[in-house]
């Protein structure tokens, strides 16, 4: 029994490793965080293979399916992580890490009935998470329900698991309700939520942008170069804030330092994006499109568009290659056009395959 109970917390230890490689992955963008937490995760399942399960242990089985799934979904391979995530459903049915898996990146590449499905399922089980409240207030969010993503985002903090929610997870979530409220176009609740956050968490980024954002709409733009500075001159400073605080400092004409801010910020999205990190590539593609180089931001926002085929990335390219156009620069193909016939023939295939 110890033989086996030490062996359960081998895959605890792997588990929490990986946790840490992802968390520092999305941190610093250095893409090889996510190789070291494959890596440790392959090494896990090599060693797994040479026992037998009641060594293992039952339910340390599909852990490993869902820290694999999460490591591509937090590097932006979103169809990979399905793929796992359901690979070990078949196994494991109803194995809420696994479903939360699906359910988030599913609304990534714009499934929307599938994401609801799983992330429903799961809002409604016995034994609740707050992340799945959050992940089901995004989808409402996507789909443009405004209004049930505010709901969902105010229960999140009351449900069952974990119960007190840690400080830093409340200020997230009054954060992103935050940025519901902007969206919603009802600024003072917005105002408030951002105020509720850093009440919790005094450093979070994203209450002091989303303040940035507010102060920059109501023309208060000293007020939001100061917040944006904050959050860029911090300790992990994030190179989309610096490309905000470059839009603030070309409005108040200091177009010399919005310049060095938009170049550093590019030098770093390439960095990451080279590194195996490919949640930059949206980001980058709109710096390119700034820089009136078409040819870049099509190529960069094609590759977004390949592995997070929703509104959003459609959006973005489309944009891209109808200025490309209007410039006289026209994209050799639209991606668009491209990835819809890919996906039509794909259907077919099935279709004559069933």
């Known amino acids: 029994m110890a033989r086996g109970a030490a062996r359960r917390t081998d895959v605890e230890y792997v588990a929490e490793l990986v946790n840490l490689l992802i968390d520092r992955g999305r941190l610093t963008g250095d893409g090889r965080d996510f190789d070291n937490a494959l890596a440790a995760l392959d090494d896990a399942e090599a060693k797994m293979a040479t ?19 999460r490591v591509l979904a937090a590097r932006h391979r979103f169809v990979e992580a399905i793929e796992v995530a359901r690979k070990g459903l078949r196994k494991y049915p109803h194995f809420s890490g696994l479903e939360s898996v699906v359910g988030e990146s599913s609304v990534q590449i714009g499934d929307m009935q599938a994401g609801e499905a799983y992330l429903r399922r799961l809002v409604n089980s016995e034994f609740r998470v707050a992340n799945n ?42 954060a992103v309700h935050g940025d519901v409220k902007a969206k919603s176009g009802k ?42 500075r904050e959050v860029v001159e911090s300790e992990w400073p994030n190179a989309e804030y610096q490309a905000k605080l470059a839009d603030i400092r070309e409005k108040q004409g200091d177009l010399k330092e919005a310049k060095a801010l938009r170049n550093a910020a590019e030098k770093y999205f390439a960095w990451s994006v080279g590194t195996g990190f ?77």
């Not at 026992?51 to 869902?66: A, D, F, K, N, S």
């Open 51 to 69: 026992r037998t399960r009641t060594e293992v242990g039952v339910m340390q089985i599909p852990e490993l399916y869902t820290s694999r799934a």
């Open 133 to 174: 409240f959050i992940g089901l207030a995004y989808w409402a969010e996507v789909a443009g329900d405004l209004e049930q993503a505010s709901d969902l985002l105010s229960r999140a903090p009351e449900v069952n698991f974990p119960k007190p929610l840690p400080r830093l997870r409340l200020a997230y979530i009054y």
């Open 187 to 228: 600024l003072d609740e917005a105002r408030a939520f951002y105020q509720a956050s850093l009440g919790q968490e005094p450093t979070t980024a994203q209450a002091k942008v989303g303040l940035a954002d507010l102060a920059s709409y109501e023309g208060k733009l000293d007020e939001a170069e100061k917040l944006l």
């Open 278 to 354: 490919e949640g930059y590539l949206r980001p980058l593609a709109l710096l390119k499109l700034k820089q009136g180089n078409f040819r870049k931001a099509g190529e960069y926002a094609a590759r977004d568009l390949a592995i997070r085929p929703n509104r959003e990335s459609r959006a973005v390219y489309q944009s891209i290659y109808d200025q490309a156009k209007a410039a006289g620069s026209e994209l050799s193909e639209n991606a668009i056009v491209k990835l819809d016939a890919e996906t039509a023939a794909r259907k077919a295939a099935v279709a004559a395959g069933g």
